[in-house]
């Protein structure tokens, strides 16, 4: 029978002991995969009334003296007492961590920052030691941080196995709340720096606001205008000091103004705000008997200012109160006020009253009434916010009854958005005409042909496309050198849109209030228009002869009798395409033909386009080019301008075909993305190029790496899982990566495009917008893009010596990008003339055959070494050049030369 009673009071007791093994919080498991663990549900606490208890004393505590907070976030409301926080951790590892470091590092973190005490403990569970600790807090110089932050960030280290037990000691003389997380240190600082976009935001309203108003206030000298200043400030104090950045930046050495910022901002701006409102309300002549009360109220914000100086304690909950009453006041002067007959009263209570509601979220959250999430944490700062502009709006409706006296103002301001508007306009139309003649470019040209297609919707309307190429102009080019054979260029294209405003049967490309345009130039020495050809099919070769008699006339220049002759390609719609790209290939396919066999006029005929069986031959051998590693990576370097040190290298496709030799680089991207090749090269260039990166990193050289990405990447869905998977593969720093894109690539499905760039700037990848200023970019996308970069386009800078208007569109493009804070690289560089006249315009990065061709990976290491030896020599590059003479014809971009 004992035997019986003894098991049985065994098992009661193994019974007991198991539940209250069951009652204990378990550890907080950290897996190294992960980067943000929230401490809610994991967190115990004791209360210490009296600040007695030391971390000894609180480890001595057993687990049933412990309150356990369950799924809530710590916020004890106003308390005088301190309270001890217990979390335990535990790292772990898994499949996916084993190659992962074992060593992680990890940062507590706590976002309320008005908290005069948080000292955090660590204690290793294994060995029972203390392995860091802290003490900081509004009452400890800010110096003492771990990290230079506004909130608390505590950083450790954990590695494979180990067990911590984190002890927190919190005491506020606001309201007691510890937000307790747990991040990957690198995710919280990159994360948490995406907030200074959002303070820089609210910050900036504030003082865009303040600088609006206060020149409001010397114009016209309302007071009004005084006090709503004062407000804007003393409660931007309020939330300076809430969210720890007033401690951080302004008083970092007077913590003794954290026990005053409160109560003093808070006062100031009750009182500020008050006033103001009775000048508004207009509540001394429409309402007397509130306006009393209202004065009364403005005494309690100057007692609340006064409160830390005259020996009050709870000075906090003072404000506190006093400013939980400001919805009260002024909702209800606003509305006696506008039943009193001041109409304007009721846009301005409307103004309090989105503020009060924000006002009260955030107090009720501060009293631990309602959960801390980021909507009530940051309720002060979104209702400020909106209120000081829903408060700016009603004084400039306000001021709109004093016209007379805004007048002018209104008037200055309108003027500079005039002169916006003109100067953006005046950049748009360099960007869409020659620099050289201006007349529309290819740009306007591919527009009309668009705008035509789109309302050619009957099967009667046809057109026609000429395109003119002069002869043998290059040779004029050398003979009398590019100045005069420039100025040769002008009397032609004169001479050819003087011919061409003759004809009826042309359509304009532009019309302006000074003429219209017939004619675009497309590039050097070729010319372009449009020809209505509905009902009169021999109208295309009528105005092109009519043109080519115009050319034909000597132009006489310094004494000489200069003659000159074209060949024309005549491309006909729809039988020759259906769309403006289509249309234009077929017309120098044509325009091609007519040169070739020394004719004046080719229309075309799919059976003479050679370039389209070509290029069917060539779609095939890609393919095996890629299987039988024919493609090849060049490198050209990119140097500092002033330095003249290698900064970086672009890596440039190369394809030598067994039969047909050298393919340029355009095409071979024109063939992948139209046979879906597109990605295989990029990701084959991407790690080719990181392979080259990582053995620059091995030679000691800390260069970056530019690789060239099309539309289609970035309209890929996964495009950025991959190249995060190529530089994991690689081990490959991001940031020494440069991915360059048109513009053009995200003109469709822009929206997956600009998400695409987004994402790899945030891999760290730097961003470069390539052939800036050929004629596509416009400035509200250079705002609005995620730019890391700005390379101008080639075709600019190889006319900058000869062109002062080109030289300005440079010039004004690096002005432009500097203004931005975009670095800009000038490609183009091709001989100590251009070469002087970019660093001369203040160019940041210089790139061109001048500096160095295209060279394979062992060649540029060659270079790579002589040139860092002796940076001051780039000249160096004319032995290398003559080593590898073949890579000259293969640079990214080559200007078009007549092949006669």
């Known amino acids: 029978m004992k035997s019986i009673k003894y098991i049985i009071a065994s098992i009661l007791i193994l019974f007991s002991y198991s539940t209250l093994i069951a009652a204990e919080t378990t550890h907080l498991e950290l897996n190294p995969n992960n980067d943000k663990y929230k401490l809610a549900g994991h967190i115990e606490f004791i209360e210490d009334p009296n600040d007695t208890l030391t971390l000894n004393d609180v480890r001595q505590k057993d687990a049933t003296q412990f309150s356990f907070l369950e799924n809530n976030t710590p916020n004890f409301g106003f308390s005088n007492a301190s309270y001890w926080l217990k979390v335990r951790l535990k790292n772990i ?63 450790f280290e954990m590695t494979q196995g180990d067990e911590l037990t984190v002890y927190v000691k919190a005491i506020s003389e606001t309201s007691v709340q510890v937000p307790l997380e747990i991040w990957k240190t690198d995710e919280f600082l990159a994360i948490d720096g995406n907030s200074i976009y959002y303070w820089g935001l609210y910050f900036g309203i504030m003082l865009s606001l303040l600088a609006y108003n206060t020149l409001m206030y010397i114009s016209v000298r309302h007071s009004s205008y005084a006090y709503y200043l004062i407000y804007v400030i003393s409660l931007s ?61 403005i005494s309690l914000g100057v007692f609340s200012m006064l409160t830390p100086f005259m020996g009050f304690t709870n000075t906090p909950q003072i404000a506190g109160l006093i400013g939980a009453m400001i919805p009260i006041i002024l909702i209800t002067a606003g509305i006696l006020s506008w039943k009193a007959g001041n109409t304007l009263a009721l846009f301005f209570t409307c103004t309090w009253v989105f503020y009060s509601l924000a006002l009260i979220c955030y107090l009720l959250n501060v009293f631990g009434i309602i959960p801390s999430n980021a909507f009530t944490s940051n309720a002060l700062q979104i209702g400020s916010a909106g209120e000081v502009i829903l408060l700016s709006f009603a004084q400039a409706y306000r001021m709109r009854l004093e016209r007379q006296k805004r007048y002018q103002a209104l008037k200055n301001e309108n003027t500079a958005i005039i002169k916006w508007q003109q100067a953006e306009k005046h950049m748009l139309h360099q960007a869409q005409h020659h620099p050289l003649t201006f007349l529309p470019n290819r740009s306007l040209l591919s527009q009309k042909i668009d705008e035509l297609l789109k309302h050619s919707d009957s099967p009667k309307i046809s057109f026609s496309i000429i395109l003119i190429h002069i ?110 790209e289509t249309l234009l290939k077929h017309a120098e396919v044509a325009t091609t033909l007519a040169r070739k066999h020394r004719q004046s006029i080719a229309v075309y005929n799919p059976i003479q386009d050679d370039y389209s069986t070509r290029r069917l031959r060539l779609m095939g051998d890609l393919h095996q080019a890629i299987d039988d590693q024919q493609l090849e990576l060049y ?20 394809w030598t075909h067994p039969s047909m030799g050298y393919i340029p680089p355009t095409e071979i991207i024109m063939l992948a993305e139209q046979c879906g090749l597109m990605k295989s090269i990029t990701r084959w260039a991407l790690s080719e190029s990181m392979m080259f990166g990582k053995t620059l990193d091995r030679l000691g050289y800390q260069l970056q790496l530019a690789v060239n990405i099309s539309s289609n990447n970035l309209h890929e869905q996964d495009f950025t899982l991959v190249i995060r998977k190529i530089i994991q593969n690689h081990q490959y720093n991001p940031t020494k990566l440069t991915l360059e894109f048109n513009e053009s690539s995200i003109i469709d499905h822009s929206a997956q495009a600009e998400k695409s760039l987004q994402e790899l700037q945030k891999l760290g990848i730097q961003l470069s917008l390539d052939q800036f200023g050929s004629g596509h970019t416009s400035l509200s996308k250079l705002k609005t893009l995620p730019l890391n970069q700005v390379k101008i386009s080639p075709e600019l800078v190889l006319d900058i010596t000869n062109e002062s208007d080109t030289k300005n569109i440079v010039d004004t493009i690096i002005k432009l990008s500097h203004l931005l804070g975009l670095p800009n690289v000038g490609v183009g560089a091709e001989n100590l003339l251009l070469t002087n006249s970019l660093k001369d315009m203040n160019c940041d990065t210089l790139q061109g055959n001048y500096i160095a061709p295209a060279m394979n990976h062992e060649a540029a290491l060659i270079w790579l070494k002589e040139h860092m030896s002796t940076p001051k020599k780039p000249l160096k590059t004319e032995r290398l050049r003559s080593k590898h003479k073949e890579s000259e014809n293969v640079y990214a971009f080559t200007p078009q030369e007549d092949d006669n």
């Open 635 to 654: 490198f050209q370097p990119q140097i500092d301008a002033k330095t003249e040190r290698a900064i970086g290298f672009e890596a440039l496709l190369r």
């Open 93 to 155: 590892s898994s499949a996916e961590s084993d190659s992962i470091t074992k060593t992680t590092q990890w940062a507590l973190t706590s976002s309320y920052a008005p908290l005069a005490e948080l000292s955090v403990f660590i204690i290793n569970e294994k060995t029972n030691t203390l392995i860091n600790q802290w003490k900081t807090g509004t009452e400890v110089p800010f110096n003492q941080r771990p990290l230079n932050h506004r909130s608390f960030i505590f950083p």
């Open 471 to 580: 002869n043998r102009f290059s040779e004029i080019n050398k003979t009398l050198g590019k100045i005069n054979a420039d100025q040769i260029l002008i009397q032609a294209a004169d001479r050819i849109h003087l011919s061409a405003l003759d004809t009826h049967s042309l359509f304009s490309l532009e019309i302006n209030q000074d003429t219209k345009y017939n004619i675009a130039m497309l590039d050097s020495a070729t010319f372009a228009c449009i020809a209505d050809t509905t009902g009169m099919p021999d109208t295309a070769n009528f105005i092109t002869k009519q043109i080519q008699q115009a050319i034909a006339i000597p132009i006489n220049f310094q004494g000489m009798s200069i003659s000159l002759d074209c060949s024309a390609g005549i491309v006909n719609y729809p039988e020759d395409g259906i769309d403006s």
């Open 237 to 297: 104090g309020v939330v300076l000091f809430l969210n720890g950045q007033g401690f951080q930046f302004l008083w970092p050495n007077f913590q003794l103004w954290n026990a005053i910022a409160l109560p003093f901002f808070t006062g100031a701006t009750v009182a500020s705000v008050v006033q103001f409102s009775r000048i508004i309300f207009k509540s001394n002549t429409l309402t007397p008997v509130f306006d009393r009360i209202m004065l009364c109220y």
